[in-house]
Nanobody, 123 residues
Framework: HVQLVESGGGSVQAGGSLRLSCLLS????????MGWFRQAPGKEHEGVAI???????TYADSVKGRFTISRDIAKNTLYLQMNSLKPEDTAKYYC???????????????????WGQGTQVTV
């Protein structure tokens, strides 16, 4: 049973920082991508950042230079460090995991297989 549990959301003033965490369990693939996505009321679902099994990262233009995705494989945990937060970053943030079959397999528009319940970020 695959489970992703996000934490670390909250309310912060513009210019502040938050770090989101996502604990993954039950995912049996040896190679997989993970990513962070967000959705604000009235807006489309948006890919924020992904990290491939080899560690390569991709960011949405809107967060480049402000957000950093990383993961601790030993802890099965994905992180999103968010700095210089803006009101337009307000959304519910979701983490997701997807089996990978090679470099470049996953991208921000991929249909990830497994999703968490989300954590709210309000700026």
């Amino acid at each position: 049973h695959v489970q992703l549990v996000e934490s670390g959301g909250g309310s912060v003033q513009a210019g502040g920082s938050l770090r989101l965490s996502c604990l993954l369990s039950g995912f049996t693939y040896d190679m997989y991508c993970m990513g962070w996505f967000r959705q604000a009321p009235g807006k489309e679902h948006e890919g924020v950042a992904i990290i491939e099994s080899v560690g390569a990262t991709t960011y949405a233009d809107s967060v480049k230079g402000r957000f950093t995705i990383s993961r601790d494989i030993a802890k099965n945990t994905l992180y999103l460090q968010m700095n210089s937060l803006k009101p337009e970053d307000t959304a519910k943030y979701y983490c997701a995991a997807e089996p990978s079959y090679g470099m470049g397999w996953c991208h921000l528009g991929s249909q990830f297989a497994s999703w968490g319940q989300g954590t709210q970020v309000t700026v």
